[in-house]
């Protein structure tokens, strides 16, 4: 069974910096668009950033806008979400997941739509001091 297994997360003071990893027990990650999703305590979970199949197309939310890259690990089958000028409201669980049938989809394609992912991982802890 394919899996996803963030690492990465820690604490970190505010203005620091973190880069969080998304591996995959198979070569699901390469074969697919991925996504980064956050939830913080007593809130819903809420997008990150998103990448294409290619690699060629990224985005990040408008949260973290400026301080965030997704980008692709040259074996292919990691994704890494670097962010930096890191804040206490950065605070929560991060998780990867894989965009449903987007192998079939053209390279170019990734989604902001947590209803379109149909496999997550576990979530790494990022918590900013203050």
């Known amino acids: 069974q394919v899996q996803l297994v963030e690492s990465g997360g820690g604490l970190v003071q505010a203005g620091g910096s973190l880069k969080l990893s998304c591996a995959a027990s198979e070569r699901t990650v390469s074969s697919y668009a991925m996504g980064w999703f956050r939830q913080a305590p007593g809130k819903e979970r809420a997008f990150v950033a998103a990448i294409s199949r290619s690699g060629g197309n990224t985005y990040c939310a408008d949260s973290v806008k400026g301080r965030c890259t997704i980008s692709r690990g040259n074996a292919q089958n990691t994704v890494y979400l670097q962010m930096n000028s890191l804040k206490p409201e950065d605070t929560a669980v991060y998780y990867c997941?894989?965009?449903?049938?987007?192998?079939?989809?053209?390279?170019?394609?990734?989604?902001?739509?947590?209803?379109?992912?149909?496999?997550w991982g576990q979530g790494t802890q990022v918590t900013v001091s203050s």
């Open positions: 997941a894989r965009v449903q049938s987007s192998r079939y989809y053209a390279g170019t394609y990734y989604t902001t739509v947590a209803e379109q992912y149909d496999l």
